[in-house]
């Protein structure tokens, strides 16, 4: 049997250095573990648009498409704003999302214990917390038609549309409450439903995918306004977050900051099964590509290295070297291992992102 692929897109930025310490991790599972991945290696992004004049070739497409997962590491940049909208470096993992129909991005938010003091919030705020924020990610006010910019008299209208059908909320609600009921069992619904008709509707059909076919786990459905506030007044009282596409973007940024930095966050955007029974797959941290910092070795490859860990226990069904991967990234941390973005206080030396990867390398070797 052939070894399962994995198609490295690590884009534009941090993407390649912070993806760079994930080969480390993936070389590592190969020589330790006996993890056999067909590496490939491909352009996204502004690196994209430079050599082909589009942020996503065809081929590079239809190969992400083959791949049994994809890692991405991130696109855009500064040297990009000037492009036309549709060759930006955004709309080729756009494309992506889309065409490969990963309708469901899982963004889990934990702080780790020995990050508790650095968040912005009180220590009691977020020590030990864990949640999943399930957004919805290939339609909504992202691809809602009509959009455009069009002239209307003698000015201009910026023009997007949100749009839900019950079967795109369906889907992604019911991936939130298979996830509930391996966690805390508690989803919680946001939209706005107060002033959107397709709140109404997400809040009808998340209802109703809930009594037809989760009674069990516990739902509640919160304005996301208000959800923005309890994320930062009291985060633990959720489990699953299920919202959709631009509210999930927006809360998951929030819900970064409560874990230390956005250099933490890891995501999966899953789709349906392949006919190998796995789901189509794109992993990738929540992070962009973090202009200010690029080509100084100075990311934090934490988000890019879990988002690997995802890989390994939603595309390969390694859940125990996931977790083996977690515990290695908590006791680096645990040890005061820091990247510049969690350095808390003086008198603490920053580490590189390649020596954040190699300690991460050391720990795994400590973990057999
Ligand atoms: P950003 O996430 O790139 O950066 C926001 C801030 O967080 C910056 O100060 C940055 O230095 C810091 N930061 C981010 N990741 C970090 C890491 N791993 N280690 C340390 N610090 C980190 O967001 P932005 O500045 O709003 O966007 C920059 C570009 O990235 C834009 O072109 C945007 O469209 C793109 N973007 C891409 C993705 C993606 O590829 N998935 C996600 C978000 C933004
Ligand atoms: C994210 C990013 C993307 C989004 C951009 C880069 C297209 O912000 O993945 O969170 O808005 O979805
Ligand atoms: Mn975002």
């Known amino acids: 049997m052939s070894n399962p692929s994995i ?28 993890l056999q991945f067909d590496v490939s290696e491909d352009l996204v992004g502004g690196s994209a648009y430079d050599v082909h004049g589009t942020p996503l070739h065809d081929d590079t497409m239809a190969k992400a498409q083959e791949a049994d997962a994809v890692l991405l590491g991130a696109v855009g940049g500064p040297k990009y704003d000037v492009l036309d909208f549709s060759v930006k470096p955004e709309r080729g993992l756009l494309r992506l999302r889309k065409e490969m129909d990963l309708y469901s991005n899982l963004r889990p938010a934990q702080c780790f214990d020995a990050l508790a ?8 705020v977020v020590a030990g917390l864990d949640i999943m924020i399930v957004r ?7 691809f809602g038609e009509p959009r455009g910019i069009i002239t209307e008299g003698n000015e201009r209208v910026g023009i ?19 996830l509930a009921k391996r966690r805390g069992n508690k989803v919680c619904s946001m939209e706005k439903a107060n002033v959107m008709e397709s709140g109404i509707l997400w809040r009808e059909v998340v209802q109703k995918i809930h009594d037809e ?33 631009l509210f999930g973007d927006l809360l998951s940024d929030a819900a970064a900051m409560l874990t230390g930095s956005l250099g933490m966050l890891p995501s999966a955007s899953l789709g349906a099964p392949m006919a190998n029974g796995r789901p189509k797959a794109l992993y990738e941290p929540v992070h962009g590509s973090a202009p200010d910092i690029a080509g100084q070795n100075k990311a934090n ?27 290695a990234v908590e006791k680096v941390l645990a040890d005061g291992v820091r990247t510049a973005d969690l ?17 991460i390398v050391e720990a795994l070797d400590a973990s057999l």
């Open 136 to 142: 919805e990610l290939t339609s909504g006010i992202y």
């Open 343 to 359: 350095l808390a206080g003086e008198g603490v030396t920053p580490v590189s992102t390649t020596e954040m990867g190699d300690k």
């Open 213 to 245: 076919e989760y009674p069990e786990v516990e739902l509640s459905h919160m304005y996301a306004d208000a959800g923005a506030m309890q994320l930062c007044r009291w985060p633990k009282q959720f489990d699953v977050i299920v919202t959709d596409n």
């Open 117 to 124: 003091d650095f968040s912005s919030l009180k220590k009691d």
């Open 7 to 34: 198609l490295i897109l690590a884009g534009d930025g941090i993407g390649p250095e912070v993806m760079g310490e994930v080969k480390k991790i993936i070389t590592w599972y190969g020589d330790k573990r006996g």
């Open 160 to 178: 997007n549309t949100q749009r839900y059908t019950e079967s795109e909320i369906a889907r992604v609600a019911r991936s939130a409450f298979e």
């Open 301 to 327: 490859p934490i988000a890019c290295i879990l988002s690997f860990a995802m890989a390994l226990r939603y595309s390969f069904d390694k859940g125990d070297e996931a977790t083996r991967l977690e515990q």
